[in-house]
T-cell receptor, first 115, second 115 residues
Framework: EAEVAQSPRYKITEKSQAVAFWCDPISGHATLYWYRQILGQGPELLVQFQDESVVDDSQLPKDRFSAERLKGVDSTLKIQPAELGDSAMYLC?????????????FGPGTRLTVL | AQSVTQPDIHITVSEGASLELRCNYSYGATPYLFWYVQSPGQGLQLLLKYFSGDTLVQGIKGFEAEFKRSQSSFNLRKPSVHWSDAAEYFCAVGRGGGGADGLTFGKGTHLIIQP
């Protein structure tokens, strides 16, 4: 069964360092989402891509976060510099196309700890 | 803006007993509603969804949910829980249509199963 792949699964870094997370969506899925899940909370959308274009990044802290999906396939989320409050699970999801009626399939996530 | 409230942070149920997890939403139009389950080390898995039509929807793993517009609720139920149902459960609402369609999640309910 096709799955969303994410790496690394765990990342520990010191504050002020740069970190990057990678996501490979299910093959053929045009829409890709990055969510952040703080411990004890539900996921919050950071950014949505349709192919290589950003559809929604209204909740992305653009002073330190950036995301790209250059060829419309895999995606990278970067934080520079990392802050203590960035410690969270970063989830990637994909769907066959935009539209809430299309199921979003989630990857296992990258757990980030900032020391 | 849409929002989701899950009033119960933790729920403890005996194995074999029935289960109901509460979810209330706030959204101006007809909502797209979802329940997801998250097990430790796993990504989010869709249990069921409601878009329109029959207000009682069936999902995977024996779960069902009922949409009640008058109460702005979408409660999740299962007649008999199994130890493997222990997990975090998230209710989510989507805006529908195309374009920006990231989901808004509640804070989750942690389900504990007693033997």
């Amino acid at each position: 069964e096709a799955e969303v792949a994410q790496s690394p699964r765990y990342k520990i870094t010191e504050k002020s360092q740069a970190v990057a997370f990678w996501c490979d969506p299910i093959s053929g899925h045009a829409t890709l989402y990055w969510y952040r899940q703080i411990l004890g909370q539900g996921p919050e959308l950071l950014v949505q891509f349709q192919d290589e274009s950003v559809v929604d990044d209204s909740q992305l802290p653009k002073d330190r976060f950036s995301a790209e999906r250059l060829k419309g396939v895999d995606s990278t989320l970067k934080i520079q510099p990392a802050e203590l409050g960035d410690s969270a699970m970063y989830l990637c999801a994909s769907s066959v196309a935009a539209g809430t009626y299309n199921e979003q399939f989630f990857g296992p996530g990258t757990r980030l700890t900032v020391l | 803006a849409q929002s989701v409230t899950q009033p119960d942070i933790h729920i403890t149920v005996s194995e074999g007993a029935s289960l109901e997890l509460r979810c209330n939403y706030s959204y101006g139009a007809t909502p797209y509603l979802f329940w997801y389950v998250q097990s430790p080390g796993q990504g989010l898995q869709l249990l069921l969804k409601y878009f329109s039509g029959d207000t009682l929807v069936q999902g995977i793993k024996g779960f069902e949910a009922e949409f009640k517009r008058s109460q702005s609720s979408f409660n999740l139920r299962k007649p008999s829980v199994h130890w493997s149902d222990a997990a975090e459960y998230f209710c989510a609402v989507g805006r529908g249509g195309g374009g920006a369609d990231g989901l808004t999640f509640g804070k989750g309910t942690h389900l504990i199963i007693q033997p």
